[in-house]
């Protein structure tokens, strides 16, 4: 067992189209536990910390300008592995990449507008998980069926 927590995030292409329940539903069916959630307005500050890996980069601008042009969904999931996992169920950056069956291969045509951020290592998990929620939004609890995922 590996319990793990991550930050999962419904863009504002996701938000407007109304995939928030498609999206929600596919990781608490996989069996992953929600300990967190709110839908927020992204300032640019906080758009350049969360992405700040990729300052620099030509669609920088391009990619701050999009994650602020409406409301994200921001979301920490917990469960075995649930970084890795739930990457996976994201799929690779461009639709034209992401296996069939993961979300973006499944609702996005183009990299720019590609539905939802995943953490992509448990250091970036825990640095976007305190970026977005303070201790308090954060709900441990025990899930009884959990025996059985
Ligand atoms: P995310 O951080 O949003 O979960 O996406 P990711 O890990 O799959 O991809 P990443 O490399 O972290 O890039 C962040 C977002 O920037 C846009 N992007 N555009 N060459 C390009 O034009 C390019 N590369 C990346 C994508 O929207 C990507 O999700
Ligand atoms: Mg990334």
Redesign the pocket.
């Known amino acids: 067992m590996n319990k793990e927590r991550t930050f999962l995030m419904v863009k504002p292409d996701g938000v407007q189209r109304g995939l928030i329940g498609e999206i929600v539903k596919r990781f608490e069916q996989k069996g992953f536990q929600l300990v967190g959630a709110k839908l927020l307005q992204l300032s640019r500050e906080q758009a350049e910390l969360h ?1 700040g890996e ?1 300052l620099g980069k030509d ?1 920088f601008e391009r ?1 701050v300008n999009f994650i602020t042009s409406g409301p994200v969904f921001a979301m920490v999931w917990e469960g075995d592995e649930v970084i890795a996992l739930s990457r996976a169920m994201i799929g690779k ?1 461009s639709a034209l990449d992401a296996a069939p069956g993961t979300i973006r291969s499944d609702f996005a045509v183009h ?2 507008f ?1 539905l939802i ?2 953490s ?1 290592s448990p250091e970036s998990a825990r640095r976007e998980i305190a970026n977005f929620f303070s201790d308090q939004e954060l709900v441990s609890y025990t899930k009884v069926i959990q025996q059985w995922i």
């Open positions: 992405y990729h669609f990619l950056t990299t720019n590609n951020h995943g992509d």
